[in-house]
């Protein structure tokens, strides 16, 4: 005997991603903002000029990859039993991608699952993290082993607060937005090889077009069954090259963007990309002052750190490999001298 629940059309995840001045905007319920002292230092204020709610707190954690782990977490959930949040209640993340994935996860598991709001503030944050549904935080095994995909109910993406990042931390969301040009959308590309980005009218309108084509996938495969993955192009380098320098020398992005250059030198190996369009990527990420080279000291120990990834196995590696610019493709089927002769020829 089989019972079935069908749930096929129960739950509907969508949501709206808001890329504008933030507007103003009651909660007729408890919320908690989500943020650390650097964000909350600079642009708290400017948010409760925007956000208000029937009950409103404020939950800071220290600042800090080194602090997206269980004990923030628990910090988080204590002052949400202390203020006796409900599942009615909701927490907006306020603060780049750390503060996003850490809020999104305690949301997600706050009474199994309350709803939760990104307000991103890094550029990275506003292309990329925000958008999606992937929480998680780290532990000592790794970087975001333990998570969940829990969507937010809204994205109020305001570049307004991009004025006060750091040159080194736009240039990181930089490299994420070329890298959702170069696997999905040609056209966006040309657009970006033309643009000036420190033109907020046109920076705008870069995330709203990296927002869109994030959506996209996200929207085909939601739970990283397949395409998703893509967007995981340079990262499998950039994750050994992080690895390498202890994660102290380069900003995430900054690693993907030499780990892309690295996934380009082997499209072309394998006949899937011109050389002229490998120049054409490599000149996008100088032009936002990106490294394009690292040198490598040990090409057999970098090729063994590549089975740390994630997306590995034991036996395979996972490579995202563009097909032009444009188009990508992810195989776990490249030969390792193939692979090796890239990362001896890398930066010659
Ligand atoms: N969930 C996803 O899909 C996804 C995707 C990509 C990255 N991520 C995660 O995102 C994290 C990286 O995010 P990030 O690059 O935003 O780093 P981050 O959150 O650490 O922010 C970088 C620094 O900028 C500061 N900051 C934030 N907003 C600022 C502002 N407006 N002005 C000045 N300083 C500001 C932060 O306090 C921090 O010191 C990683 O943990 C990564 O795993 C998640």
Known sequence: MQVNIDLKKVIDNSYDITIDTLPKVHFDTKVAII????VAGLHLSYLL????AKELYIITVADGEEYKNQESIDTILESLF????????????FGGGVIGDMTGYASSIYQRGIDFVQIPTTLLSQVDASVGGKTGMNNSYGKNLIGAFHQPKAVYIDP????TLPAREFGAGVAEIIK?????NQEFFEY???????NPEILQEAIKKAVQTKADVVAQDEKEHGIRAALNYGHTFGHVIENETKYKKFLHGEAVAIGMVMANETALKMGLMEKDDVLRVKALLEKYSLQTTYPIDNVDSF????????????????FIIPVGIGGVKITDKIDKDLIISVLDEHGR
């Open 192 to 198: 970006l090889e033309s643009a000036d980005l420190s």
């Open 180 to 184: 959702m040009a170069v696997t999905f």
């Open 35 to 38: 943020t650390n002292p650097k």
């Open 160 to 163: 307004y607060f991009l004025t």
């Open 303 to 318: 090729y063994e750190t590549f089975y740390l990834d994630k997306k590995s196995s034991d036996t395979a590696i996972t």
């Open 82 to 93: 202390n203020h006796r949040f409900n599942r009615k209640s909701l927490l907006i993340a």
């Open 49 to 52: 000029s925007r956000i208000t």
